[in-house]
C-alpha cells in the first residue's frame, strides 16, 4: 500500500514537473515582447531595457525558469498586467464562484445519472432503458453554450422568470444568488449528467450478472435489497473514477457557461486574459488548472484504492 | 452464439469466400437499429451539404442587404435573416463545411499523432513507454478546451490554427487507447508466433498488431468527432476559431446572443445544426460500435 502510494505520488510529481515545463516554454512562444507589453505604449528603447533588467529577462531561459518555479512553489504567481493585483488575489476572488457552480452542476448531475442510469440497468431493453439512453445520447450531443443560449431564450426572454445573466454573491442574498446560479448549473451539469449516466448503466449491467447478485438471488433477498444493498455501492466505485476524470471537463464547461451567462467566475477569468493579452495572469491561470487536475485524480486514485484493495498498480481503472 | 460455433466461425471470417456474408450480416444488423441508420443517413446528407453548398445555399452567405436586417423567416428566407441582412439558411449551409473541415481533419491529426505515439510505447515498453506516458499524463492535465484555447493563444485565431489545436487537444486520448490495445494485442498467440517466425518490429506493428485494433481506434473516432465539431464551435463562439464574416456555427451563435429578444431565430438554426450533426455523429458511432466490437453493452 505505501509503495503504491509513494509511486502514485512520484508519478503526480514529474507530471507537475512537465506541466510547469510546457506552461513556461508556452507562454514564451506567444508572439510579442513581454518587456514591451509590460512596459506599456510610450516607453522608450531605454524603459524596455530596464523592464528587461529589473525583471530579470535578459537571464538564461533556464535561469528564469526555476526562478518562476522557485517563487511559484512559495505561492508567488507574479502579478496580472492589467489590474497589478497579485494572482493570488485574483484566483481567490474567481475560484469560490467557480466551485459554487461546478458543486452545483455536480448535484445536478449526480440527481439525474445516478438514478436514470440505475434504472436504466435494472430495467434493460425496456422503454425506460431506451429513454435515459436516448437522453444520454442528447446530453453528449447538445453544446452547451446553445443549451445556454435557449435557456435564457426560453426562461428570462419569454416568460421573464429567472435573470438572464450576472452575478449575487451568495452570502449578500442566497436566493437572488441561486437564481442566477440555477441556469448556468443546469447548463454545466447536463453534460456531465450524460457520461455519468451511462458509466452507472454500464457498470450496474456488469455488477448485477455477478456471481454474488446471483447467489443473493438465489437466498431469496428481494430485488429491491439486492439493487440497493449490494449492486448499488459497488457498481458506483467505477463512477467516482469518472467522476475525477471529468473534473477537466467541467472547467472546460465552466469557461464556455460563464462566458453566457456572465458569471465572473475562473472559466471567465481565463477567456479575459486571454483577450487582454495579460500573459502573467494565463501563465498562472494555466499552471493552477492543470496542477489542480493532477492532485484532484492522485485523491481519486488513492481514494479508490483504499476503496478496493484488487486495484492497486497498473492505473486499470483509468479510462480515456 | 454458443461458444462451440464461435471458434470455426472466426477461423472462416478470414477467408475471402464469406465476404458478401458479412455484408449481408451488417445488412441484418442495421435493421435491427433504426436509429443508427438515421443517425448515419443524416451525417451524409450534412456531407452532401458541406460539399455541394454553392448549390444548395441558394444564397450568397456573405451578401449583405441592409433592407432585410433580421427578418423573421420567410419563403424566400427559410430560417430569417440576421443582423446584416445575410440569409441564414445559406449561412448554415455553408457553415457545415467548416465544422466537418474542423471535426474530421482534428482526429485525423490526432490520430496520426496519437497511433504511432501509442503504438511504439506499447510495443517496446521501457524507457520509451515511460517517457511518452509520463508526456501524456501531463498533456492530459490540461482541460481539453483551456489547452485548445492556449493553443490558439499561441498561434493566432483561425480555422486551420482551431483544428490543430482541437487535434492536439484529442491526441492523448489516442495515445492511451492505442498503447492500451496493442498491449492486449501484442501479447497474442499469433503476434508471438509471427515474431518466432522471423518477422521484424516494423512487419509485426503494421502487419499483426495494427489491423487488429483498427476497429476500436474507428469507434474512438466516431465518439471524438463529433466532440471536435463542438469544441470548434465553442473556439469560434469564444473568438477564437473561425473569424467573422466566414460563416462558421459558433460565430453566428456568437452574433445571435446580442440579439435574443428581437431576432432568436439567429440562435435557433446554428445551434440546431450543430445538435443534429454531432448527434447523428454519435448515433451512427453507437451503430459501428456494435457491429464492430461484439462485446455486450
Known amino acids: 500500500m505505501f509503495d503504491f502510494l509513494v509511486q502514485r505520488a512520484a508519478i503526480s510529481v514529474v507530471t507537475l514537473f512537465v506541466i510547469s515545463m510546457v506552461v513556461f516554454t508556452g507562454v514564451r512562444m506567444i508572439p510579442g515582447d513581454p518587456a514591451r507589453v509590460l512596459a506599456g505604449t510610450d516607453a522608450d528603447a531605454a524603459g524596455i531595457d530596464a523592464i528587461r533588467e529589473k525583471y530579470g529577462l535578459n537571464d538564461p531561459i533556464p535561469i528564469q525558469y526555476l526562478r518562476w518555479v522557485g517563487l511559484a512553489l512559495r505561492g508567488d504567481l507574479g502579478h496580472s498586467i492589467r489590474t497589478r493585483?497579485?494572482?493570488?488575489?485574483?484566483?481567490?476572488?474567481?475560484?469560490?464562484?467557480?466551485?459554487?457552480?461546478?458543486?452545483?452542476?455536480?448535484?445536478?448531475?449526480?440527481?439525474?445519472?445516478?438514478?436514470?442510469?440505475?434504472?436504466?440497468?435494472?430495467?434493460?431493453?425496456?422503454?425506460?432503458?431506451?429513454?435515459?439512453?436516448?437522453?444520454?445520447?442528447?446530453?453528449?450531443?447538445?453544446?452547451?453554450f446553445w443549451l445556454g443560449i435557449m435557456l435564457i431564450l426560453f426562461f428570462s426572454v419569454q416568460l421573464g422568470w429567472l435573470p438572464a445573466s450576472g452575478f449575487v454573491p451568495i452570502w449578500e442574498s442566497p436566493l437572488d444568488n441561486l437564481r442566477r446560479?440555477?441556469?448556468?448549473?443546469?447548463?454545466?451539469?447536463?453534460?456531465?449528467?450524460?457520461?455519468l449516466m451511462r458509466q452507472t448503466r454500464n457498470s450496474m449491467i456488469e455488477v448485477m450478472s455477478a456471481d454474488y447478485i446471483r447467489t443473493a438471488y438465489s437466498k431469496g433477498l428481494a430485488s429491491r435489497a439486492v439493487v440497493f444493498r449490494h449492486a448499488i455501492r459497488n457498481s458506483l466505485i467505477p463512477v467516482v473514477t469518472i467522476l475525477g476524470l471529468q473534473m477537466g471537463a467541467l472547467l472546460s464547461g465552466a469557461v464556455v457557461t460563464e462566458q453566457i451567462f456572465v458569471v465572473p467566475g475562473f472559466g471567465r477569468l481565463i477567456?479575459?486574459?486571454?483577450?487582454?493579452?495579460?500573459?502573467?495572469?494565463?501563465?498562472?491561470?494555466?499552471?493552477?488548472t492543470a496542477s489542480s487536475y493532477v492532485l484532484i485524480n492522485l485523491l481519486v486514485d488513492v481514494s479508490y484504492s483504499l476503496l478496493n484493495p484488487r486495484i492497486r498498480i497498473g492505473g486499470a481503472a483509468r479510462e480515456s | 452464439m454458443s461458444p462451440s460455433t464461435t471458434a470455426p466461425s472466426a477461423l472462416l471470417a478470414r477467408a475471402p469466400s464469406t465476404e458478401p456474408s458479412r455484408v449481408a450480416r451488417a445488412w441484418r444488423q442495421a435493421r435491427h437499429r433504426p436509429a443508427s441508420v438515421v443517425g448515419a443517413v443524416i451525417v451524409l446528407l450534412f456531407v452532401v451539404a458541406a460539399?455541394?453548398?454553392?448549390?444548395?445555399?441558394?444564397?450568397?452567405?456573405?451578401?449583405?442587404?441592409?433592407?432585410?436586417?433580421r427578418k423573421a423567416p420567410t419563403l424566400a428566407h427559410p430560417f430569417g435573416t440576421d443582423d446584416l441582412g445575410r440569409d441564414t439558411f445559406a449561412r448554415v449551409v455553408w457553415g457545415t463545411r467548416i465544422s466537418m473541415q474542423a471535426g474530421v481533419f482534428s482526429i485525423l491529426l490526432a490520430i496520426a499523432v496519437g497511433v504511432p505515439l501509442g503504438l511504439v510505447a506499447g510495443f517496446y515498453r521501457g524507457v520509451l513507454d515511460q517517457t511518452i506516458m509520463r508526456l501524456t499524463d501531463a498533456w492530459l492535465a490540461f482541460p481539453f478546451l483551456i489547452l485548445a484555447i492556449g493553443?490558439?493563444?499561441?498561434?493566432?485565431?483561425?480555422?486551420?490554427?482551431?483544428?490543430v489545436a482541437i487535434g492536439l487537444g484529442a491526441t492523448p486520448t489516442y495515445i492511451r487507447l492505442t498503447r492500451g490495445l496493442v498491449l492486449a494485442t501484442a501479447a497474442e498467440d499469433y503476434v508471438q508466433g509471427a515474431r518466432a517466425l522471423g518477422a521484424g518490429d516494423l512487419r509485426l506493428m503494421s502487419r499483426h498488431v495494427l489491423p487488429n485494433i483498427v476497429s476500436s481506434l474507428l469507434v474512438q473516432a466516431t465518439i471524438s468527432i463529433p466532440i471536435a465539431i463542438i469544441a470548434e464551435a465553442v473556439l469560434s463562439f469564444l473568438g477564437l476559431g473561425v473569424q467573422p464574416p466566414a460563416p462558421s456555427w459558433g460565430t453566428m451563435l456568437n452574433t445571435a446572443q446580442q440579439f435574443l429578444e428581437t431576432a432568436p431565430w439567429m440562435a435557433w438554426w446554428p445551434g440546431l445544426a450543430i445538435f443534429s450533426l454531432a448527434l447523428s455523429f454519435n448515433l451512427a458511432g453507437d451503430g459501428l460500435r456494435d457491429l464492430l466490437d461484439p462485446r455486450d453493452y
Do not use: C
Open chain 1, 271 to 288: 477567456v479575459e486574459s486571454v483577450f487582454t493579452r495579460d500573459y502573467p495572469l494565463v501563465q498562472g491561470v494555466v499552471l493552477i
Open chain 2, 51 to 69: 460539399i455541394g453548398a454553392p448549390w444548395i445555399a441558394g444564397a450568397d452567405p456573405m451578401q449583405t442587404d441592409w433592407k432585410l436586417v
Open chain 1, 181 to 195: 446560479m440555477v441556469m448556468p448549473a443546469f447548463v454545466l451539469g447536463t453534460a456531465l449528467a450524460a457520461v
Open chain 2, 151 to 163: 493553443l490558439v493563444t499561441i498561434m493566432g485565431p483561425s480555422l486551420t490554427n482551431a483544428t
Open chain 1, 85 to 144: 493585483e497579485s494572482m493570488i488575489h485574483t484566483v481567490a476572488t474567481k475560484l469560490p464562484i467557480t466551485i459554487e457552480l461546478a458543486f452545483l452542476a455536480l448535484v445536478i448531475a449526480v440527481g439525474i445519472a445516478i438514478p436514470a442510469g440505475v434504472l436504466a440497468a435494472v430495467r434493460r431493453n425496456t422503454l425506460w432503458d431506451m429513454l435515459a439512453s436516448g437522453a444520454s445520447l442528447g446530453g453528449v450531443s447538445i453544446p452547451n
